[in-house]
C-alpha cells in the first residue's frame, strides 16, 4: 500500500540515495535540490517520501501556499520514482494521494505543475489525471493544471 511520509530525520538520507536513470536526470531536479529549496521555503513546502509498505520508492514535494491573482492554487514541485521501482504504478497511485491530500487539507481551485517538454511519461500520467496545459512556459517547463470545484 502506497503511503506518504513527511521527509524527517529518520529518511532524509534514504530520500538522498533515490535516483532516476541517467537519461532521466535532465527531466526532474535531483531530491539533493529539492531538499534544499524545501529548507529555504519552509513556510510553503512540503517534502514528502512516497513508501510502499516500509519500502521507500520515491519523493515528492509540494507548495501549499500558492496564490496567484488571489485564487488558491496548489503545485506540484517534485515527483519522483526511484529507478528500481518505476513502471510499477508507484506514481500514479502516490499522485492519487498527492491529488486526495491537497484537495482535503487545503481546498484549492487549481493544483498546478509543471513538466519539461521531454518527459513523456510524466506528461501521460498528469493527462491521465486530468491536468491540461494551460498555454504558459516557465522556465522551459509547460504548466500544467487541475481544476477543483469550490466547496
Known amino acids: 500500500m502506497i503511503a506518504l511520509r513527511e521527509v524527517n530525520k529518520d529518511n532524509f538520507d534514504d530520500c538522498l540515495a533515490l535516483d532516476v536513470e541517467d537519461n532521466q536526470k535532465k527531466l526532474v531536479a535531483s531530491n539533493a535540490n529539492s531538499l534544499a529549496h524545501a529548507w529555504l521555503f519552509g513556510e510553503i513546502a512540503r517534502p514528502f ?11 515528492t514535494m509540494l507548495d501549499l501556499d500558492y496564490f496567484t491573482d488571489g485564487t488558491n492554487v496548489c503545485a506540484l514541485w517534485r515527483l519522483m520514482i526511484d529507478k528500481k521501482y518505476q513502471g510499477r504504478g508507484y506514481g500514479k497511485a502516490a499522485m492519487d494521494l498527492i491529488i486526495a491530500y491537497v484537495k482535503d487539507n487545503f481546498n484549492p481551485v487549481v493544483f498546478r ?33 487541475l481544476e477543483f470545484r469550490t466547496k
Open 49 to 59: 517520501a512516497i513508501y510502499n509498505e516500509d519500502t521507500l520508492v520515491g519523493f
Open 113 to 145: 505543475t509543471s513538466v519539461v517538454p521531454e518527459n513523456e511519461a510524466a506528461h501521460r500520467l498528469y493527462k491521465r489525471l486530468g491536468f491540461l496545459p494551460n498555454g504558459e512556459v516557465v522556465n522551459g517547463e509547460e504548466v500544467l493544471l
